[in-house]
């Protein structure tokens, strides 16, 4: 990979960020709304770099072309020495120009001897004929390592096959975490009559930790989409939680039940009320809240899928 096409990759993958962050709400598929200007700060930057690279590498290109053509240029202005084996104008050999070489080549055979070398100037210095053209050929900057093309992937992936958000493949291989203890304080009243629009985030809250049990007989509509369940009967309505970008992503769920799970990855509103747990005490391992569904509605993906 030579320095023009580094720069030009360096540039395609500036041209990528700005895609999904200035142009699109794509990047709300791997991190929080919050690192926007950030992303496009960095890919602006990337940007002009790659340009910058671009122009300097033509640059250096057209001056050492324009090198080349006057170093060409003074090789063939050079004047005959006076040892050509042909004479001005005819092209046979001049009896006093075999003379003089014969005899130039003696004197400088002898000096080579005496030096402990021949009389080649490229072969004084321990290079044979031609190395000059070889060494000089080597001056130039040799491309990248190969592995620099992985650079590539990102941008093709991006404009290609832009990753989608987490979905139901990777909130079946996580569970959600133990929940935390909060200020009971931390929720308000629920006012007002029909369906309550709530995050999963604050489902899970309510049914767990509010000692008020302020979801007892009231009609919620939550939004996520569909994970199926081991267990017969219900299924998960999820989204996904990440507190900086889709690496630490982790799955909240809620089991609904007395609704047909419509097909997996499919996002839903699903509105019911909350099924008190019968149990004492919090039993081992990962217990979901549950809801008794009523109600179901196909919805497009939100443009920001996370919570």
């Not at 080579?112 to 009389?119: D, K, W």
């Not at 190395?131 to 992937?153: K, Q, T, V, Y």
Request: glycine share 10%.
């Amino acid at each position: 990979m030579n320095r023009v096409t580094q720069n030009l990759v360096l540039t395609l993958l500036g041209c990528a960020v700005l895609r999904i962050s200035a142009f699109s709400t794509t990047y709300l598929n791997y991190v929080k709304p919050g690192f926007r200007p950030f992303l496009i700060g960095a890919g602006a930057v990337l940007v002009i770099l790659g340009i910058i690279g671009l122009v300097q590498s033509f640059r250096q290109k057209e001056s050492s072309s324009g090198s080349d053509g006057e170093a060409h240029a003074r090789d063939h202005s050079r004047e005959p020495t006076p040892y050509d084996l042909t004479s001005q104008g005819s092209g046979d050999p001049a009896p006093y120009d075999l003379a003089a070489w014969h005899l130039a080549s003696q004197g400088s055979i002898s000096r080579g001897s005496a030096h402990g070398g021949s009389g080649d100037p490229a072969s004084r210095d321990g290079r044979a004929p031609g190395d000059e053209d070889h060494a000089h050929g080597h001056d130039h900057a040799h491309g990248g390592p190969r592995i620099a093309w992985l650079m590539c992937l990102p941008v093709f992936a991006i404009f290609l096959i832009a990753p989608p958000a987490l979905g139901s493949f990777a909130a079946s291989r996580d569970d959600t975490p133990a929940p935390r203890s909060q200020v009971l304080s931390a929720f308000t009243p629920l006012t007002g009559d029909g369906a309550v629009d709530m995050p999963i985030s604050e489902f899970i809250g309510r049914a767990w930790d509010d000692d008020k049990k302020s979801l007892t007989d009231r009609e919620v509509r939550l939004t996520g989409f569909v994970v199926p369940a081991r267990k017969k009967g219900q299924w998960y309505v999820t989204r996904m939680q990440i507190a900086c970008c889709a690496a630490d992503a982790f799955p909240l769920k809620v089991a609904v039940k007395g609704i047909e799970p419509p097909p997996t990855d499919t996002w839903v509103e699903v509105t019911g009320t909350w099924i008190p747990q019968t149990f004492g005490k919090m039993p081992n391992g990962v217990i979901y809240p549950q809801l008794s569904g009523r109600s179901l509605a196909k919805v497009a993906a939100p443009d920001e899928p996370y919570e």
